[in-house]
């Protein structure tokens, strides 16, 4: 995953919800938190629709960076 710059933000749109649609919406931009452990397992540290972040595969998402003013 790249990393991000004191002015970015990582952010992932969530191509896939199946058996997280309370939690997940496709289509949807989260919030990437840093987690090295969860992405060393092949996860993404997202905060969800509930404010909390959990770890979801990162196949679920598309990674997105967006420019500070913008985020």
Do not use: W
Request: hydrophobic share 35%.
């Amino acid at each position: 995953m790249k990393k991000a710059t004191s002015k970015q933000s990582i952010f992932a749109l969530c191509l896939n919800n199946e058996s997280y649609k309370a939690s997940l919406e496709i289509g949807k931009l989260y919030r990437v938190k840093p987690g090295a452990e969860a992405e060393k397992h092949g996860y993404l540290k997202v905060v969800d629709e509930s404010g909390e972040d959990y770890a979801f595969a990162s196949d679920r998402f598309h990674l997105v960076t967006l420019p500070h003013p913008v985020e």
